[in-house]
Each structure stands twice: as structure tokens, then as C-alpha cells.
């Protein structure tokens, strides 16, 4: 089974930049057909989809964060990271990461991120 373990930085200032790390253990960022995806929960509101990394490195975002969305990775530490540019207080959530694949989808705890205005 694939665990997934987020570590941020709890509070930020609006402004600047959030990144968020998934560590992987028990499975390959690069295994066949793996897809990692970050998403996050507002407090009072449902998931919300960020993006998504490929098993190839491919990256897709959500057209309302794109602009300010990026997820990159680091396969020798098995981690990959999201980064959300130009934080408000809208982003405040705890942000999740899984990992779908074909035996099912697991999912990391989630880590609390609140934006101070």
C-alpha cells in the first residue's frame, strides 16, 4: 500500500508563496499508470481539485488556479510539491495529496494551511 505523508507550513502571510510537500513511501512517483494529485478542503466547503502529476512528469492544473499553480517533484527523495503563488485568505484549507492507480486511490492525512490577511 502507497502512504503519503503532507508537511507544510501552517500559517503564511497573503502574498506569498505556499509550497506544500507529499513524501511518498511503499511505491514509485515515476511506477506505471501512477497519477499524484494534490487537492484541498475549505473550511465549511467540499474538495476542491488543484492538479495532478503523471507517472511521466506530465502536469495538469485546475483553470481557476492555474495562473498560480505549479507541481513539481523530486524523484531521489520520492516527494513531489506543490507551490500556489500570491496566497489569500481563500486559500486557507487543508490540502491533500493522493495517489490513484489501478488497484484503487490512497490518500495522505492532510495538512492545515491558513493564510493570515
Known amino acids: 500500500q502507497v502512504r503519503l505523508q503532507e508537511s507544510g507550513p501552517g500559517l503564511v502571510k497573503a502574498s506569498q508563496t505556499v509550497s506544500v510537500a507529499c513524501t511518498v513511501s511503499?511505491?514509485?512517483?515515476?511506477?506505471?499508470?501512477?497519477?499524484w494529485n494534490w487537492l484541498r478542503q475549505p473550511p465549511g466547503k467540499g474538495l476542491e481539485w488543484i492538479g495532478i502529476i503523471h507517472y511521466n512528469g506530465a502536469t495538469y492544473y485546475d483553470p481557476s488556479l492555474k495562473s498560480r499553480t505549479s507541481i513539481s517533484w523530486d524523484t531521489s527523495k520520492n516527494q513531489f510539491t506543490l507551490h500556489l503563488s500570491s496566497v489569500t485568505p481563500e486559500d486557507t484549507a487543508v490540502y491533500f495529496c493522493?495517489?490513484?492507480?489501478?488497484?484503487?486511490?490512497?490518500w495522505g492525512q492532510g495538512t492545515q494551511v491558513t493564510v493570515s490577511s
Open positions: 493522493n495517489s490513484a492507480h489501478i488497484k484503487g486511490v490512497d
Open positions: 511503499g511505491g514509485s512517483l515515476t511506477a506505471d499508470q501512477h497519477y
